[in-house]
């Protein structure tokens, strides 16, 4: 083998197979492309949220006839979260509001009792019972939805968010329901027994035991829910006909058809208001349960 010559480059040394870069130009190559792939990738994620907030605070004229990457101070106005008390748009957000929030409220209620009877309680064919609940994910929103709509129409929950809860609710559970039942089986059975012993019944050791202890999993549980109860749309475009019980987000697609919308800069606004809060919703969950795992895991 040949040793480096001084006609040699530092970046370059001479081996049997040819030119080989040195290691510090290969390190600088990896962080170039490491940097360089992060960059276009939030680049790819950032820009769309960017679009329609600058949007969303220019001049709807101006959104039409001009294109501009930077907002003008000429053109930037607040007219345009006008529509946010107009019309039917304060309507979906509250029922949007009440959706997800029942949505929440079940999928955390259900799958901490079922994790917890999963974990605690022996029975046949467990396991099998808990790879039979991901088959929910095996059938797409619209499969489920079309059933679904002739089953609400015969008992009544047609139109009644009620029945679009409980739909939204089925298809977040099998996941708050694995997540929960692993997560109990982090918590030692002999924390609950020394409280059995002290007197306390099962259903108060499971509130003041086991619930405290299962907060981070209880935040996963609620983000996942809110996720898809938030930003529903299959199912809420075909269990909510009505104009007046819909969500957010199949109500604003009805009045863009119907011409209720036809300014851009409206449409930017409301999605803004609803862009917004599952953002601040999950930074703050997130950043809790982030910390309830360090301290899980110390």
Aim: aromatic share 14%; proline share 5%.
């Amino acid at each position: 083998m040949s040793t480096p010559t001084e006609t040699e480059t530092p970046s370059e040394t001479e081996t049997e197979g040819g030119t080989q870069l040195s290691y510090e130009t290969r390190d600088r190559l990896y962080h170039l492309a490491l940097y360089g792939s992060a960059a276009l990738f939030s680049a790819v994620i950032l820009f769309p949220i960017y679009w329609m907030i600058q949007n969303a605070f220019t001049d709807s004229q101006t959104v039409i006839t001009e294109f501009s990457w930077l907002p003008s101070p000429e053109t930037v106005t607040l007219d345009n979260f006008g529509v946010l008390a107009a019309g039917a748009v304060p309507r979906y957000v509250i029922n949007t509001i009440v959706v997800t929030a029942g949505t929440i409220a079940v999928v955390v209620g259900i799958s901490l009792v079922a994790g917890y009877g999963m974990a605690r309680f022996r029975f046949r064919y467990k396991e099998s019972f808990a790879q039979f609940l991901l088959l929910g994910y095996m059938f797409s929103p619209i499969v489920l939805g079309l059933p679904l709509y002739l089953i609400w129409s015969e008992i009544g929950l047609l139109n009644a968010q009620i029945g679009l809860v409980i739909a939204l609710s089925s298809i977040s559970m099998p996941f708050a329901v694995w997540l929960m039942w692993k997560y109990i089986q982090t918590i030692p059975e002999s924390m609950e027994e020394s409280a059995w012993i002290a007197g306390a019944s099962r259903w108060r050791t499971f509130w003041d035991v086991v619930v405290p202890q299962t907060k981070p999993a209880i935040v996963a549980c609620a983000l996942f829910a809110f996720a898809i109860a938030w930003n529903d749309f299959t199912f809420a475009q075909i269990l909510l006909p009505s104009q007046e019980s819909t969500t957010f987000a199949p109500g604003i697609m009805r009045l863009i058809d119907q011409g209720g919308y036809t300014s851009w800069g409206d449409i930017m606004a409301v999605s803004l208001l609803m862009t917004v809060p599952p953002l601040l919703f999950a930074y703050f969950l997130q950043e809790y349960l982030l910390k309830g795992f360090e301290v899980r895991t110390r």
